[in-house]
């Protein structure tokens, strides 16, 4: 994640700083989303992780059940984490939208289902800036990710089994957080360039 870093000679900016990283700003996944109609073990979707305990994580929980699973996002920094978790039907493609929202002492997570919000996180922390500068954003695979999720059985770790099995289309990362209307407006539009588009 450093800007121009692979190939300077043909990158228009060569700044070599951090593209993903929000800093202490918003954070948003989008994606359009089809998981196999099967039993799945944890999955990681999008993940941008500093050891096992600073990032951000949008992943499926393991799920024995060939209709649905639960999509989840995990953020965390040091001791410090949130997390929040919504059900999607499994053999069709929906529109995912996963953001990390910034409101002042309590930053909170939003998962939206074909633009409709779905899910919240609990109040949580003010994470400020995450230190992740240095890690890669990785798309269909990832790592451990530690913290004391609130879904299911409340586990202190997850642990990605398998990479991910499905179909991913028009995966977009925001620095920024859309309301419903504006994710219903977009959410089979192509997008143009802009500022906080990734």
Same mark, same amino acid.
């Given at each position: 994640d450093h800007a121009g870093f692979l190939f300077p000679s043909i990158s228009r900016t060569r700044s070599g700083r951090s593209v993903m990283d929000p800093s202490s700003g918003d954070i948003s996944f989008e994606m359009h989303l089809n998981v196999p109609d099967q039993a799945n073990d944890n999955q990681v979707l999008v993940q941008k992780i500093s050891g096992a305990t600073n990032g951000i994580t949008v992943a499926l929980s393991q799920s024995a059940s060939s209709t649905e699973c639960d999509l989840v996002m995990m953020i965390s920094k040091g001791p410090d984490h949130i997390s929040a978790s919504m059900g999607i039907t499994k053999g069709k493609f929906q529109h995912v939208y $996963? %953001?990390?929202?910034?409101? #002042?002492? /309590?930053?909170?997570?939003?998962? *939206?289902?074909?633009?409709? !919000? $779905? %899910?919240?996180?609990?109040? #949580?922390? /003010?994470?400020?800036?995450?230190? *992740?500068?240095?890690?890669? !954003?990785?798309?269909?695979?990832?790592s451990v990710h530690s913290g004391e999720w609130s879904w299911g059985a409340s586990e202190s770790?997850?642990?990605?089994?398998?990479?991910?099995?499905?179909?991913?289309?028009?995966?977009?990362?925001?620095?920024?957080?859309?309301?419903?209307?504006?994710?219903?407006?977009?959410?089979?539009?192509?997008?143009?360039?802009?500022?906080?588009?990734?």
């Open positions: $996963a %953001s990390l929202k910034r409101e #002042g002492p /309590s930053d909170k997570i939003n998962l *939206f289902l074909d633009g409709v !919000l $779905a %899910s919240s996180s609990s109040a #949580g922390y /003010s994470f400020s800036d995450i230190d *992740f500068k240095q890690s890669p !954003l990785t798309i269909g695979s990832g770790q997850f642990v990605p089994k398998t990479t991910f099995s499905g179909s991913m289309d028009e995966l977009r990362v925001w620095h920024k957080s859309h309301t419903s209307d504006q994710i219903k407006t977009n959410m089979y539009r192509e997008v143009f360039s802009e500022d906080r588009l990734r």
